[in-house]
C-alpha cells in the first residue's frame, strides 16, 4: 500500500509537486494521469526514493520515503521511463544481477529468475546480450528486473510506449496479474482506453496538484462527462482556468 500526504518538490521557481495527497491501495490498479510536465514523474521518483520531498510525506507499506528508504526500495519495484539495461549482459544476467543487489542469491534467486522468464514468454532471449533488442524485448527484461524480489508495490512509468498492438495487449494482461495476485499497482499512460480498461482508481494532477480523483465511473460523474477521455480534459481545463 502507498500512502500520499501533502507531497511538494520545487526545482528553484518552478513548483513540480504542490500538496498531492492520495492513496494506492493493494490488490487494485491506481493510475496517475496528467498533461506532460504536470509532476507526475517527479512524483513516482519521491516514492522512488531518488528525490527527496520538500515537504509532506509517502509511506510504502508503512515505511517512510526521506526516513527509511532502504525498507522503501525492498518493497517496491520500478520501471521508469528509462530503461537502463546493461547491454553487454544477458536478459538473465541483467535481472540475475538485480536479484543480487537486493540480496538474494543461489538457488532461490535461479528459480525467481527462471519463473520470471516464463511468465513473461521470455525464453528465447533469455541467454541473449540484450544489445540489439527491440522496444517490447527491452521492456520485458526490465519488468522482470523489477519483479525478481518479488515486491508488495509495483511503479509503472509508461509501461506500453513504443510497444506494438500484440506486446500491448500482452503486457496489459500481465499488469492485471499483478492485480490478482494482490499487488498494489501504480502506473502512468497517456492512453485512455489503457486506463479504462486497467484502472480501479485514478488520480489527475495537472501543474503539480491533483485536480480530481475517483473510480473511472466517479471522474465520469463529476466533470459530467461520458467517456473517460473527456472527462480527463474537463478535469485538465478546469485546473487550468483555476491557474489563470
Known amino acids: 500500500m502507498i500512502q500520499v500526504h501533502s507531497l511538494s518538490k520545487s526545482f528553484g521557481k518552478v513548483k513540480a509537486v504542490q500538496n498531492v495527497s492520495f492513496s494506492a491501495l493493494d490488490g487494485q490498479i491506481t493510475g496517475l494521469l496528467g498533461p506532460n510536465g504536470a509532476g507526475k514523474s517527479t512524483t513516482l521518483r519521491m516514492l522512488y526514493t531518488l528525490l527527496k520531498p520538500d515537504s509532506g ?4 507499506d508503512g515505511f517512510d520515503v526521506r526516513k527509511t528508504p532502504l525498507e522503501v526500495q525492498r518493497r517496491i519495484g520500478v520501471l521508469a521511463d528509462a530503461r537502463g539495461l546493461y ?5 538473465r544476467e541483467n535481472i540475475r544481477y538485480y536479484g543480487r543487489l537486493h540480496g538474494l542469491g543461489g ?3 535461479e528459480k525467481q529468475i527462471d519463473s520470471l522468464l516464463t511468465m513473461l514468454d521470455m525464453q528465447e532471449i533469455a ?3 540484450t544489445e540489439g533488442f527491440s522496444t517490447g524485448e527491452k521492456l520485458k527484461v526490465a519488468i522482470a528486473r523489477a519483479l525478481v524480489h518479488n515486491p508488495q508495490n509495483i511503479l509503472l512509468d509508461e509501461p506500453t510506449n513504443g510497444l506494438d498492438v500484440m506486446s500491448t495487449r500482452a503486457m496489459r494482461q500481465f499488469i492485471q496479474r499483478l492485480r490478482e495476485d494482490g499487488k498494489c499497482v501504480l502506473f502512468t499512460s497517456h492512453i485512455m482506453q489503457e486506463v479504462a480498461a486497467l484502472c480501479d482508481q485514478i488520480i489527475i494532477i495537472s501543474h503539480g496538484q491533483v485536480t480530481a480523483s475517483g473510480t473511472p465511473e466517479d471522474l465520469r460523474r463529476q466533470t459530467g462527462q461520458e467517456n473517460l477521455e473527456d472527462a480527463f480534459v474537463a478535469a485538465i481545463g478546469s485546473a487550468e482556468g483555476l491557474e489563470r
Request: aromatic residues 0%; neutral net charge; charged residues 25%.
Open 87 to 91: 547491454p553487454r549482459l544477458t536478459s
Open 127 to 129: 541467454d541473449r546480450p
Open 57 to 60: 510525506s509517502a509511506q510504502v
Open 107 to 109: 538457488e532461490a534467486l
